[in-house]
């Protein structure tokens, strides 16, 4: 029988838990926004605070890096999947901003499949931050992540090759383009921090 002297912290384990549940609300909020596309700014308000709270969440994670004498993964693997989720929660506010800063009238089609991608992606990824613990149940939800982001690159390279043959506007085909590759940015995000929950399971197998 063995046992460990020194403990692993596992408070990272919680605290990623609430960086998934937090990064999978945002995600959801968006695509609430392209759907309904009511009371703007009132819905890119509530991604804000969920931004907020997320860079709060990867400060305490940071933190109790830094203090930990035996973290429970790689140190450089916590600090990676801290930024990949960071990064994913910070694109969804870039675009929710977009929206109102470009003025859009309407969100067109590809939009709103890319934010119910990006929706069913956050979902995915708090499932698997949620199995951390056990480090059982991770292989559906990670493969998953990486298969919503196959979809999304079909979505997106065919929405940006029509913005260049149906649009004759250049103002709309900049600011669609920019719209279209940050919620590409975002799904790419989350498929980065997928990779990187894969690097740490791996280590600890």
Same mark, same amino acid.
């Given at each position: 029988m063995s046992f460990r002297l020194i403990p692993r912290d596992t408070k990272f384990v919680d605290l990623f838990v609430q960086c998934g549940q937090n990064l999978a609300e945002a995600c959801s909020k968006l695509s609430d926004l392209v759907e309904n596309y009511d009371r703007l700014d009132e819905r890119v308000a509530e991604i804000q605070a969920l931004e907020k709270r997320g860079d709060e969440i990867d400060l305490e994670i940071n933190l109790r890096l830094e203090?930990?004498? /035996?973290?429970?993964?790689?140190?450089?693997?916590?600090?990676? %999947?801290? /930024?990949? %989720?960071? =990064? *994913?929660? =910070?694109?969804?506010?870039?675009?929710?901003?977009?929206?109102?800063?470009? =003025? *859009?009238?309407?969100?067109?089609?590809?939009?709103? *499949?890319?934010?119910?991608?990006?929706? =069913?992606?956050?979902?995915?990824?708090?499932?698997? %931050?949620?199995? %951390?613990?056990?480090?059982?149940g991770l292989t559906e939800p990670l493969e998953n992540v990486h298969e919503l982001e196959h979809q999304a690159d079909s979505v997106s390279r065919s929405a940006i090759g029509r913005l260049f043959r149906e649009n004759h506007d250049p103002l709309d085909v900049i600011k669609w383009r920019e719209i279209y590759l940050g919620l590409e940015n975002a799904i790419d995000a989350g498929e980065d921090a997928a990779e990187a929950i894969e690097r740490m399971v791996h280590k600890r197998v």
């Open positions: 203090s930990a004498f /035996v973290a429970p993964f790689d140190r450089e693997d916590i600090h990676e %999947l801290t /930024v990949r %989720l960071d =990064d *994913v929660v =910070d694109f969804v506010q870039a675009v929710g901003e977009s929206m109102i800063i470009y =003025d *859009v009238r309407e969100p067109s089609e590809e939009c709103r *499949v890319l934010a119910g991608i990006l929706k =069913d992606q956050g979902a995915q990824l708090a499932l698997a %931050l949620g199995k %951390l613990e056990g480090m059982k």
